[in-house]
């Protein structure tokens, strides 16, 4: 299986080098990633215990997108559209495109109607913690988990066990969902809290904990869970404040992807994170005032710079 990861950000290079090892061993078969422009030949990769070693990059070209039998993408929920279409005159019929990446809403009709039947559209959902230090440098530095699942087209039981079976041998602890929807769903409850939250305090994940953050905390969930309901997915508020909870506290040490966007100053994905659930509210007249507050608070951070 030919794999080919678009984006050189924390969480693409930690599936490249998790594929990579698997795949080095093996012949016929290839990895290759797309990047904004070809940087060094090389990264260097520290494991979550510590131990640290060099991966080679192999860059992706036309030819290697064309031969592909996976496109996985992992970049900003902003940037997803446009990566998609860049590759859309390159792909093979049959190619299996997964996207990986926060939020919800990300691509527009005319997108996915341009995706043939035959290029069944995925999605990989990860809790695993990876950091860009610098342009050659990733950590992984928190173990998680995967899930992935079928967003859009038919897959068959021999090409969802191939893909399966391609991340069983890796560290990803990837697991397949066939309602892979209420999974999002949670996912963006989890982001909806942790993301904005620390971003507009400056503040790591564990410290959500603190006693002043709790009310504010409770009252996002509420409002996401009325949100979620008018989409059909009924939640119950104590399963949904547990798994945020925890995620803040396995992760207690990590900055947030949007606390480190807005550290770096750059764009974050409040639109399609708090952003998303205010446009399905507006359109289900529901009210979701925190919500509300939370995308403000963040626009006008980058308003900043």
């Known amino acids: 299986m030919n794999i080919v990861i678009v984006g050189a950000g924390a969480i693409g290079l930690l599936f490249y080098q998790q594929l990579y090892t698997q795949i080095k061993k093996q012949a016929q078969r290839q990895l290759a990633l797309k990047a904004r422009k070809q940087g060094p030949a090389h990264f260097s990769f520290t494991h979550f215990q510590g131990l640290s070693y060099q991966i080679p990059i192999n860059y992706a070209d036309q ?12 970049v900003k929920s ?53 950091k860009k230090t610098s342009a050659c440098h990733i950590i992984h530095t928190g ?3 995967c899930d992935l699942g079928l967003l859009q087209g038919k897959l068959s039981s021999e090409d969802k066990n191939q893909l399966i079976a391609e991340f069983a041998n890796s560290q990803l602890n990837v697991h397949w969902q066939n309602n892979i929807s209420e999974k999002q769903w949670l996912k963006l409850a989890i982001n909806c809290v942790i993301n904005p939250l620390t971003a507009i ?6 410290e959500l904990y603190s006693v002043k953050y709790q009310q504010t905390i409770k009252t996002l969930i509420q409002e996401f869970i ?40 750059q764009p974050t994905e409040i639109n399609y994170i708090n952003g998303y659930l205010v446009t399905l509210a507006d359109k289900a007249n529901i009210n979701v ?9 963040i626009n006008q951070l980058t308003k900043l710079y």
């Open 63 to 74: 030819q290697s997108i064309a031969n592909a039998d996976v496109i996985l993408i992992c």
């Open 78 to 130: 902003y940037q997803i559209d446009q990566a998609l279409n860049q590759l859309m005159p390159y792909l093979p019929k049959n190619v299996k495109i997964i996207l990986c990446h926060n939020g919800m809403g990300v691509l527009t009709k005319q997108t996915l109607l341009d995706l043939s039947a035959q290029q069944p559209l995925l999605t990989l959902l990860t809790t695993h913690g990876s």
């Open 143 to 145: 173990l998680g988990f």
């Open 201 to 206: 305090n400056n503040i790591n994940n564990g």
């Open 226 to 265: 009325s949100v979620a309901a008018s989409q059909g997915q009924n939640m119950v508020f104590e399963d949904v404040y547990a798994l945020v909870m925890t995620v803040a506290e396995k992760t207690a040490l990590n900055c947030s992807s949007m606390r480190s966007d807005v550290i770096k100053q």
């Open 289 to 297: 005032p925190e919500n509300k507050k939370l995308c403000q608070q």
